[in-house]
């Protein structure tokens, strides 16, 4: 089905026509339209168009009434102050156009066909060492705009970033060549939290001798060596770790209920083939230069605290590859052989600075160009209730797995208080109390706008009351609960009625839902959505509690077109909630 137009679209397009019949010399103008408390819209642009042409803005906005055809959609337009036009939508276009977006799985939100490609580079932990905290940002963010972009219309590509190379595998394998049982499974597979254990164990031992033993020293720098290299024995005990890391990775994502498949996972090692070329490429262009050795780029506006240029190390004197070639050999790849059109990076916003140069480096090199962007979806710290830098009590990292389930036994709790009210069943509980634990830690950080920090408070994560996904799935549970009430009335719409308050302001929301998703997508900015939901399930409860929908019992069509409002914003907050990555249980 095709998209809906949006009762904003709507005005703005009618507003604009008029402005243009009324004032021919101005071409195109724009209305300025937005939502208003004293209206439903209200048009400002009329203030700046008198300006410019020198004429009185009050007379303008006359004019413009006089030029503003009769239509179906707008009920009243009144000039307000000195030149505002307030603006209230006729009922029955409120309702027709909810009805069409009922009538459409999309629920009419546009579907932009070659939208392009974006590689979204999110979700990267390090092979051989425990997710914490820090982990959890890049993987909820990411995944919500992984979902978001494809449903309006990217195709998207998910790349997992792991950090499976590096010097300290050198000691890893050494201990594992000389240990070669440390890793083997008894009873079958293993589980994540036990191929967890047995890195850990593994990685404190390596550690442990390499720093007490020079001759495990010299022999783990040579491994090094051998790893760069090729050498097969070496690379198939790496291997060995990135299949134990994958299987603990798999096991805290399928608790966070994200999807990672394994083609998505390309480490740092997936480029190691194209770091020589790329900065061969880079050097016999200019756009790096040798500098004490190191393969540099300069930027002017990029300074050390002494006033001297800091440069983006591509390889240093050594011989050896900085973090700069990986991240521009993937860029060449994602450019050249995934053809992407965007690159998106959720990663921490302390690395900022680090991306900005490579960013810069590869326009200058032309992979990046007016056709080819890339962007950082920057994001800030997660922080203990105290305000600082989330630790344990012992001042250790927090792991993420233990912060997960913390959050599920807590949101099981508040489930079950509710139990008995709706007659779960023990297993009922258990799944639900699952989906509210997780959805409450992606609400917290998704309905923060990513560049902040924010406080992990799982007592304010799990309450009932206020902005939390826990208020929302309720709201969508509540909803789903009055079908069961409703006998045999139907959700249906009567465009002929006339809207309460609440059912209009209700209305006009479930409209803007299609526009959100557009904006959320362009700007990435998630949390929008969440405060998008937030609003909606809160002009819900005053629906609920203003326009009686079940008892007591109003006239067959009012009970319908009600009805029909409590299916569509079900039906959007459990939309918009799935695109957040977070579950709707249908009964709380």
């Avoid at 004293?38 to 803005?57: E, S, T, V, W, Y």
């Avoid at 009922?91 to 490609?117: C, Y």
């Avoid at 409209?511 to 997508?521: H, Y």
């Amino acid at each position: 089905m095709a998209s809906v137009t949006s009762l904003t679209a709507s005005v703005h397009q009618r507003l604009a026509d008029a402005l243009s019949a009324a004032l021919p010399e101005a071409g195109a103008a724009d209305p300025l339209l937005r939502r208003s408390d004293r209206a439903d819209f209200q048009a400002n642009g009329i203030l700046a168009l008198a300006k410019k042409a020198k004429a009185n803005p009050r007379e303008l906005a006359a004019t413009v009434l006089d030029a503003l055809p009769a239509n179906d959609v707008i009920k009243d337009v009144e000039v307000s102050g000195p030149g505002f036009l307030n603006i209230t939508i006729a009922d029955k276009a409120i309702v027709e156009t909810l009805a069409a977006r009922a009538a459409d799985d999309r629920l009419g939100v546009p579907f932009q066909q070659d939208a392009g490609t974006t590689v979204i580079d999110y979700a990267q932990p390090n092979v051989a060492k425990e997710m914490h905290v820090g982990h959890l940002r890049s993987a909820v963010i990411g995944a919500a705009m992984v979902e978001i972009l494809e449903f309006t219309g990217e195709k998207v590509v998910r790349r997992h970033h792991i950090g499976d190379w590096g010097t300290q595998f050198g000691m890893l394998i050494q201990y594992l060549l000389e240990h070669p049982h440390e890793l083997d499974h008894e009873g079958g597979e293993q589980d994540g939290e036990a191929a967890m254990s047995s890195l850990n164990r593994l990685y404190k031992a390596s550690r442990a001798l390499f720093d007490s033993d020079e001759e495990f020293k010299a022999r783990s720098r040579d491994r090094v060596v051998a790893l760069q290299a090729g050498d097969a024995e070496t690379i198939a005990l790496w291997q060995r770790f990135v299949d134990e890391s994958k299987i603990y990775f798999y096991s805290v994502f399928n608790k966070l209920d994200m999807q990672i498949d394994d083609p998505d996972v390309v480490g740092e090692s997936g480029y190691n083939d194209m770091l020589e070329e790329t900065c061969r490429i880079l050097e016999e262009s200019g756009v790096a230069v040798r500098s004490e050795g190191a393969l540099c780029v300069f930027f002017d506006d990029v300074l050390g605290p002494d006033g001297n240029k800091v440069p983006l190390i591509v390889k240093k004197s050594n011989g050896g590859y900085g973090y700069a070639a990986t991240d521009l050999s993937a860029i060449r790849d994602r450019v050249q052989n995934l053809k992407a059109s965007t690159l998106l990076y959720v990663v921490d916003a302390r690395q900022s600075l680090h991306f900005k140069m490579v960013f810069e480096t590869a326009r200058r090199a032309g992979w990046l160009n007016e056709d080819v962007k890339a962007h950082q979806l920057a994001f800030g710290t997660v922080l203990g209730k105290d305000g600082k830098p989330f630790k344990t009590r012992e001042g250790e990292t927090v792991r993420l797995v233990d912060l997960l389930d913390e959050a599920i036994d807590r949101a099981t709790s508040v489930v079950r208080e509710k139990a008995e009210k709706v007659g779960l069943a023990e297993e009922e509980i258990v799944e639900n109390g699952v989906h509210v634990g997780i959805g409450a830690v992606k609400y917290a950080d998704l309905s923060t706008s990513a560049v902040r920090d924010y406080k992990f408070d799982l007592d304010q994560m799990v309450s009932l009351n206020g902005d939390t996904s826990v208020y929302l799935q309720y709201a969508y549970a509540r909803i789903r609960s009055i079908f069961g009430k409703a006998g045999d009335r139907r959700p249906l719409a009567h465009p002929e009625l006339e809207l309460a308050p609440a059912e209009r302001a209700l209305g006009l929301h479930l409209d803007q839902f299609g526009e959100t998703l557009a904006e959320v997508a362009s700007s990435y900015e998630p949390h929008k959505l969440a405060a998008y939901l937030y609003q909606l399930a809160s002009l819900y409860t005053t629906f609920y509690d203003q326009c009686p929908v079940v008892k007591p019992a109003p006239a067959p069509e009012v009970a319908e077109n009600r009805l029909f409002l409590c299916d569509l914003t079900a039906r959007t907050l459990h939309q918009g909630m799935a695109l957040l990555g977070i579950r709707t249980p249908e009964r709380l």
